[in-house]
């Protein structure tokens, strides 16, 4: 099983980036797949999630308004979109996948992508 990563960059705040997640070596359409970032001396923390029955989507609260997830069976990809950028958003972002339907805990979560670099400037 592969998660590879990618999308993250450099932006200004108020910016947008995109990052993507595409999988192989296991049936997409039945994880569940989340988004999850970590800050350099902070824990690894939950970001978004969408599940893999009905596609129900969850944030963090800092997040929500500006981030949205979605996911592509077809190409066995699952996306962020990521808006109105601010410097605390600035972290590694890693996405995963689980089989449970939904979790926002990283213990949950099965395969882990390398993860990508987001730097938001102020």
């Known amino acids: 099983v592969q998660l590879q990563a990618s999308g993250g960059g450099l932006v200004q705040a108020g910016g947008s980036l995109r990052l993507s997640c595409a999988a192989s070596g296991l049936t997409f359409s039945s994880y569940s797949t989340g988004w999850f970032r970590q800050a350099p001396g902070k824990e690894r923390e939950f970001v978004a999630f969408?599940?893999?029955?009905?596609?129900?989507?969850y944030y963090r609260d800092s997040v929500k308004g500006r981030f949205t997830i979605s996911r592509d069976n077809t190409k066995n990809t699952v996306y962020l979109q990521m808006n109105s950028l601010k410097p605390e958003d600035t972290a590694v972002y890693y996405c995963?996948?689980?089989?449970?339907?939904?979790?926002?805990?990283?213990?949950?979560?099965?395969?882990w992508g390398q993860g990508t670099q987001v730097t938001v400037s102020s």
């Open positions: 969408i599940s893999w029955s009905e596609g129900r989507t």
């Open positions: 995963a996948a689980t089989t449970r339907v939904a979790s926002s805990w990283t213990s949950d979560y099965d395969y």
